[in-house]
């Protein structure tokens, strides 16, 4: 399994698994550039939790907006993993949103 890396600038880095670039791979262009730019700001927002995946929420905001929830593992001493991206209904990403837990 080849995980892509990512250096943000401020010395915080990240992974991405071959599922997440599959599933952007398979979006318009417009659509999976304005996703990939939410999970870069996703990357300072996401808190660690040791042993277990979380889920953090987005929106991109088009004339019909369209909602995605992002599973990752975030681990002292590791690097953020993110290693699903899918889509979820706006009932879902207001639960999120509800619990703290979506990109800003």
């Not at 995980?3 to 880095?13: A, E, I, M």
């Not at 417009?30 to 939790?49: D, F, H, N």
């Amino acid at each position: 399994m080849d995980l892509l890396q990512k250096y943000t600038g401020d010395k915080l880095y990240y992974e991405l698994d071959d599922a997440v670039m599959l599933t952007l791979e398979e979006l318009d262009i417009k659509l999976a550039t304005l996703i990939a730019l939410q999970i870069e700001m996703a990357v300072e927002q996401v808190s660690i939790k040791d042993k277990s995946s979380q889920i953090i929420g987005g929106v991109i905001k088009l004339n019909d907006p369209v909602y995605f929830g992002l599973r990752y593992i975030y681990e002292e001493d590791s690097s953020p993993y993110f290693f699903q991206l899918f889509s979820i209904t706006s009932d879902k990403y207001l639960d999120l949103y509800n619990l703290n837990k979506t990109i800003k």
